[in-house]
């Protein structure tokens, strides 16, 4: 069975930086579009970023700059190294695979900023 379970959420500060964890199951995550997705309370699923076969990344304005995303191969794992949080990135975080089609997600992580 493919499987993605996330790691990593906590409460921080602004300006504190956490690292996601993503391991996957079942499958080969290099070979897949992956994805991280957050929702924040009372809001719809926000795209934060993707990592392509090729190694290519992309990133939604408010956190580019601020948010890295990367893999590595040999723990089939994905993470998001992010920097510099504000309260606006308090959300509940799930990696996903692929981006435009998901069709598959983990059980979330939370990350709460706050002072």
């Known amino acids: 069975e493919d499987q993605l379970v996330e790691s990593g959420g906590d409460m921080v500060q602004p300006g504190g930086s956490l690292r996601l964890s993503c391991v996957a199951s079942g499958f080969i995550l290099r070979n897949y579009i992956m994805s991280w997705v957050r929702q924040a309370p009372g809001k719809g699923p926000e795209w934060v970023s993707s990592m392509y076969v090729d190694g290519k990344s992309y990133y939604t304005e408010s956190v580019r700059g601020r948010f890295t995303i990367s893999r590595d191969a040999d723990m089939n794992t994905m993470y998001l190294r992010m920097n510099d949080l504000t309260p606006e990135d308090t959300a509940l975080y799930f990696c996903?695979?692929?981006?435009?089609?998901?069709?598959?997600r983990g059980q979330g992580t939370q990350v709460t900023v706050s002072s």
């Open positions: 996903a695979r692929g981006r435009a089609n998901i069709d598959l």
